[in-house]
């Protein structure tokens, strides 16, 4: 059962196959070319749109996931975000980004991910990468 949504927990905008790699708790470092000051417990968005980059598809076989099945344009749980820091090359594994070049990246470091059954749908569209899905318009 999933915990009551909270309209004061801000959420993450993440494609897909990354939000489901968090949630199954093999990728716990997200790549941004920005630093965050957010920490905490968010809210993972997967987004309408499939990553397409070739490490995606990497990503999607390696861990042998189906893109069509993957849910999109949902609240698909939740995870922590301990901290963010420089990224370094031996983060390409667990980002599940092998062979991408780290420079210039911003390792957020995630734990404690929570996958809502069912995904939920969002009261409010994204307005960038971070949004409030349940608050109401003003």
Not at 75 to 90: K, N
């Amino acid at each position: 059962m999933n915990p009551p949504l909270d309209p004061g927990q801000i959420a993450l905008g993440i494609r897909q196959p990354w939000a489901e790699l968090i949630l199954s708790g093999q990728k716990t470092i997200e790549l941004r070319r920005q630093s965050t000051r957010v920490r905490g417990r968010i809210y993972i968005y997967a987004a309408r749109t499939l990553a397409t980059e070739q490490f995606a598809q990497t990503a999607i076989s390696t861990f042998n996931l189906n893109p069509d099945t993957l849910p999109r344009g949902l609240i698909v749980g939740t995870v922590e975000i301990h901290r963010c820091r420089p990224a370094i090359q031996e983060d390409e594994k667990v980002a599940c980004v092998e062979g991408l070049t780290l420079t210039n990246y911003q390792a957020w470091e995630l734990a404690h991910p929570q996958r809502f059954e069912p995904p939920q749908p969002i009261q409010q569209q994204p307005y960038g990468i971070w949004f409030y899905p349940f608050r109401p318009v003003s």
